[in-house]
């Protein structure tokens, strides 16, 4: 049986220069989780208007997308 990192999967599967197996991609999609001030989400993340703008305001003011779209979703602004 072969294992492939979880991570090794992920990189692979998102981006597009491997074939991987349906069952390894799937994983991957899962796998596309992260966790910010004690919050946690995966895959990709619903923004209404509000949380969109506090999402462009937080990248322009250097933090990163994804850790903006964590905070903003949870805590509004």
Do not use: H, I, W
């Amino acid at each position: 049986m072969k294992v492939m990192p979880l991570v090794a999967a992920a990189t692979l599967a998102l981006s597009g220069f491997a074939a991987v197996p349906a069952a390894n991609a799937a994983t991957a999609r899962q796998a596309d989780c992260r966790t910010y001030s004690s919050v946690s989400v995966c895959g990709t993340v619903q923004l209404d208007a509000q949380q969109s703008k506090c999402v462009n305001t937080s990248v322009a003011q250097g933090m990163t997308e994804r850790r903006a779209e964590v905070e903003c979703t949870a805590f509004g602004s």
